[in-house]
Nanobody
Framework: EVQLVESGGGLVQAGGSLRLSCAASGFTFDDYVIGWFRQAPGKEREMISAFGIRDGNTHYADSVKGRFTIYSNRAKDTVYLQMNNLKPEDTALYYC???????????????????WGQGTQVTVSS
């Protein structure tokens, strides 16, 4: 059974940091791109970062460049999203998702993602 399980969300003040984790199981981790998406109330789901497990390629949305870092621990089949200098506009439900490696997946085409986690809430207070 394929599973993606997110953890690490919470409430933080503006300027603070959180680290989200996405633990994967049930598929060949190395063949995939793991993406982090977020959805705020009333807004569309957007990709904020992605990581190509095999080659380590990364992609970031402009809104998080310089503040967020994505990386993996292949021994644990886990991808992390380190979020620094958080802003109130970062408040959203954050999801990780997995798709076969492709440039489209790496750069955020949602339809490329096959498996989704249940989400973890991030709330940034001003």
């Amino acid at each position: 059974e394929v599973q993606l399980v997110e953890s690490g969300g919470g409430l933080v003040q503006a300027g603070g940091s959180l680290r989200l984790s996405c633990a994967a199981s049930g598929f060949t981790f190395d063949d995939y791109v793991i993406g982090w998406f977020r959805q705020a109330p009333g807004k569309e789901r957007e990709m904020i970062s992605a990581f190509g497990i095999r080659d380590g390629n990364t992609h970031y949305a402009d809104s998080v460049k310089g503040r967020f870092t994505i990386y993996s621990n292949r021994a644990k089949d886990t991808v992390y999203l380190q979020m620094n200098n958080l802003k109130p506009e970062d408040t959203a439900l954050y999801y990780c998702a997995g798709g076969w490696f492709s440039i489209a997946a790496l750069t955020g085409t949602i339809s490329e993602y096959l498996y989704w986690g249940q989400g973890t809430q991030v709330t940034v207070s001003s």
